[in-house]
């Protein structure tokens, strides 16, 4: 029999979270710095929820500041991506705090940051789909090669994505496998952003087929950075193929 009311049971657990902070105060997941309390960084390391200035609706770059937010850029009108649109928590040049997380998390061996950034990547979708929308969207992370998993020893992507679905509760399918190594996008000796990518996905092997799961449903492509969208329309299109009805993309940064 719990002879506390419920009242005063969750006056206890406020206390004792003021307690806790009290003794030992939050601080920054980056320079160890005070953070403000809600675990996004420091002053100098504070993590952006959206990028800065007005922004491509179809692919989230950076647009001139004439040009009102929402409108294509110049390469969506001229050659528009696989996918209908991006959210993006970041500005990668534009914003070093944002870069300097997703450098901690991607190269510096900092899995445990997933979880903050994926969040906050997914309150940023609840934010911007309609709620009552059912069935709910998928989440598709996009897939790592097995060699570059086991030279970094975690799927950056799909933490991400497994963080973000935390937020509404949606579904991550892993539906889609890396089907050859590719350069990283843009380095030297590397071929074109497109080439590089080309026919480089393909539907995971799983039972049931991912098909099932994916026909007629919105998905989100989850990854880390939006360098020139052709990794996202790749994976975007072997979503079509899966029978995907709208493809978006979710990803900490557009560089």
């Given at each position: ?6 009242g ?8 004792l ?7 030992f105060p ?7 710095g005070?953070?403000r309390?809600?675990g ?7 993590l ?11 692919c989230a770059?950076?647009?001139p500041?004439a ?8 390469g ?5 991506p696989?996918f209908l ?12 705090a ?10 510096g061996?900092?899995p ?10 997914g309150a ?7 709620c ?7 989440l ?6 097995w060699l ?10 799909l933490?991400?994505a497994r963080?973000?679905?935390e ?8 539906a ?9 996008q ?13 026919k ?18 919105e ?5 880390d950075?939006?360098?020139?969208g052709?990794t996202?329309s790749e994976c ?7 029978g995907a009805?709208?493809?978006g993309?979710?990803a900490?940064?557009r560089?």
């Amino acid at each position: 029999m719990d002879l506390l009311d419920p009242g005063l049971r969750s006056l206890s657990r406020d206390g004792l979270a003021h307690v806790a902070d009290a003794v030992f105060p939050p601080f920054c997941p980056l320079c160890r710095g005070p953070d403000r309390g809600d675990g996004l960084g420091c002053r100098e390391h504070r993590l952006p929820l959206e990028p800065a200035g007005p922004r491509c609706g179809r692919c989230a770059a950076a647009l001139p500041p004439a040009i009102a937010h929402g409108e294509r850029c110049a390469g969506c009108r001229l050659d528009p991506p696989s996918f209908l649109g991006a959210i993006v928590l970041a500005d990668y040049r534009a914003q070093p705090a944002g870069r300097e997380w997703i450098l901690a998390f991607k190269h510096g061996r900092r899995p445990d940051l997933a979880r903050t950034l994926g969040r906050a990547l997914g309150a940023r979708l609840a934010e911007n789909r309609a709620c009552e929308m059912q069935p709910p969207p998928l989440l598709v992370p996009v897939p790592l090669h097995w060699l570059r998993r086991f030279e970094r020893g975690y799927d950056q992507a799909l933490l991400l994505a497994r963080a973000a679905a935390e937020v509404e509760g949606l579904e991550v399918v892993r539906a889609l496998s890396r089907s050859r190594s590719t350069a990283v996008q843009g380095s030297i000796g590397a071929p074109s952003r497109t080439a590089n990518v080309a026919k480089a996905f393909a539907p995971r092997r799983t039972w049931p087929p991912a098909s099932r799961r994916i026909l007629g449903r919105e998905v989100w492509l989850v990854d880390d950075v939006v360098t020139s969208g052709a990794t996202a329309s790749e994976c975007a299109r072997a979503l079509k193929r899966l029978g995907a009805a709208r493809i978006g993309v979710l990803a900490l940064a557009r560089a």
